[in-house]
């Protein structure tokens, strides 16, 4: 069984920083995880993805500004957000997608910023 444990969000003013966590737990192969984001009456966008050989992509919206990083177990991946906006401001979920290409979804975690 895959589980995805997310933490880190929260209420932060603009200019702020967060760090956002996800723990996948289970025998799984990992082919790359990234996160997502959805603001409310908004469909869900890309945020950021790490990969295979530790190919990174970031949201046009979000380079220069977010971090994704992954720890050396390769079971963790860290989203680090920096120079926050109110336009960040949505739920963040963690995507696992696993050898066959099944993908895995966190439950999300609220990203708040004031402006």
């Known amino acids: 069984q895959v589980k995805l444990d997310e933490s880190g969000g929260g209420l932060v003013q603009a200019g702020g920083s967060l760090r956002l966590s996800c723990k996948v737990s289970g025998r799984i192969s990992i082919v790359a995880m990234g996160w997502y984001r959805q603001a409310p009456e908004k469909q869900r966008e890309f945020v950021a993805s790490i990969g295979v050989g530790h190919r990174i992509n970031y949201a046009d919206s979000v380079k220069g500004r977010f971090t994704i990083s992954q720890n050396n177990a390769y079971n963790t991946v860290y989203l680090q957000m920096d120079n926050l906006k109110p336009e960040d401001t949505a739920v963040y979920y963690c995507?696992?997608?696993?050898?066959?290409?099944?993908?895995?979804w966190g439950q999300g975690t609220q990203v708040t910023v004031s402006s």
């Open positions: 995507k696992v997608v696993v050898a066959g290409f099944q993908a895995y």
